[in-house]
């Protein structure tokens, strides 16, 4: 009964600062109102937080009366009085709360600490969806790639960074220190971005091999017992294997797509022989769209598709025949790359080409493709028995593919995918007509 009565006394405490944050008198004393805020907000548990961001969905909004006068107002007068009263007006309270929270000595790493524990609650509560809104907002800006620092993880970056880099990492796991280092060695390289108020901490990285040809297999690129290439003069690719998100409170804010960007540019001005920039992909869900029946359109009818690609489908899905045998009881009864058939080979790579050139667009696209061709990347290359892992192997049966990143046309591809239209090269091409 005393701890309850504890918690309840914390989260009245929590509640009752935001209110005199808010105020006219918080805007004065907003550091120290705000250190209250987050000492209080700390001590909550995840009942609490539900109660917590409730009072933040329920009591904060815009005020629909007077948002109607400022838009009616505006209407008939689109002046620039009436124009910035309308901003005013339409904008939460909750938004001034949480700049207002930002000016405490650890307030940007407080509203990413909510938000993660606000994402938690979405899914049963998604009434809270207004307060991820306002934050995800104003996170958006906070950490724009404009404010944010690109810096090179190597062997000499602070121990505590390295721990993170393996602790995050969320592609290639990484086993232990002997991994890492040969992850940072000359021929590899590892980048991430920073923010000011955070600055030992990792918010995304990505990990890059320096190679003489694109690579068609994920085992040698992670492998902690390869020898490492120290001639720059055979660094011909650069090959992005692995991106990953530190920080779940961010999620939704964009940031990757800048970082393969900048560490693509600084990569050529260091090593000018580099000529291709390609990533080696997974192709997480793809098996799981297969035995859902390999939809091509998210909002087209299947007639609507051209009879080439649905009758590629159909033969495809054919010669696997998941309906009589799941993928599941292909994996248990021994299944591989190594022994699967010629057909089985054929059938799995069309399909896989269907899916990342005409599915990607949709709502349902893969969402790593949907990362790569939404950067500006070009679908290149299907590469068979790419991933031997178990999961890859249950995901997307061993397959990986390579996205290219053309510097010169990453903008054009960009528009085309935001279109609706996916840039492929010939080989893809070739496995849709098999």
């Not at 990505?206 to 040809?213: K, Q, T, W």
């Not at 530190?246 to 000018?272: D, T, Y």
């Not at 939404?374 to 290149?380: E, I």
């Not at 890859?392 to 990453?410: C, E, F, H, K, P």
Request: charged residues 25%.
């Amino acid at each position: 009964m005393l701890e309850k009565l504890t918690k309840s006394r914390y989260l009245a405490r929590a509640i009752g600062a935001v209110n005199r944050l808010i105020s006219e008198r918080g805007e004065s004393n907003a550091v120290s109102m705000a250190d209250e805020l987050i000492h209080n907000y700390r001590k909550l548990d995840k009942d609490q937080h539900i109660k917590f961001f409730t009072a933040l969905a329920e009591k904060y909004n815009p005020d629909p009366d007077k948002v109607l006068k400022a838009a009616q107002s505006f209407a008939a007068d689109p002046n620039t009085r009436n124009y910035v009263r309308l901003q005013r007006i339409t904008e939460s309270p909750r938004q001034e709360l949480l700049r207002r929270l930002n000016r405490a000595r650890a307030g940007t790493a407080a509203v990413v600490e909510m938000r993660r524990d606000l994402l938690q609650l979405l899914d049963k509560k998604p009434e809270l969806a207004t307060v991820d809104f306002d934050m995800r907002h104003l996170l958006s800006s906070w950490f724009n790639p404009g404010f944010l620092k690109m810096h090179r993880v190597d062997w000499k970056s602070p121990a505590e960074v390295l721990e993170k880099i393996i602790k995050h990492e969320a592609v290639h796991a990484i086993d232990g220190w002997d991994d890492l280092r040969r992850r940072l060695q000359p021929d590899r390289r590892c980048f991430a971005f920073f923010h000011p108020q955070l600055p030992d901490e990792p918010l995304i990285f990505v990990e890059v091999g320096l190679l003489p040809d694109i690579p068609i297999a994920i085992a040698p690129l992670v492998d902690k017992k390869a020898e490492a290439v120290s001639q720059p003069k055979v660094y011909k690719v650069a090959a992005f294997y692995s991106i990953s998100n530190c920080e779940p409170g961010l999620r939704g804010v964009s940031m990757g797509n800048f970082l393969i960007k900048r560490v693509a540019e600084q990569l050529h001005a260091e090593f000018p022989s580099l000529k291709t920039f390609i990533t080696l992909s997974p192709i997480p869900g793809f098996v799981d769209w297969i035995a859902a029946g390999a939809n091509l359109a998210d909002q087209m009818p299947m007639e609507q598709i051209k009879p080439a690609l649905r009758t590629a489908r159909d033969q495809a899905l054919a010669t696997l025949n998941l309906t009589d045998h799941s993928w599941a009881e292909r994996l248990g009864g021994g299944w591989h790359p190594d022994t699967a058939t010629a057909k089985e080979k054929s059938a799995l790579l069309c399909l896989t080409a269907l899916y990342l050139a005409h599915v990607s667009t949709g709502r349902n696209g893969n969402p790593v493709a949907k990362f790569h061709l939404g950067n500006g990347a070009k679908l290149h290359q299907i590469n068979w028995a790419g991933d031997l892992s178990r999961k890859g192997l249950r995901q997307s049966a061993g397959i990986m593919v390579n996205y290219l990143y053309d510097l010169a046309s990453v903008e054009e591809n960009h528009e085309r995918f935001v279109n609706g239209e996916v840039m492929y090269s010939r080989l893809i091409s070739r496995l849709m007509a098999s």
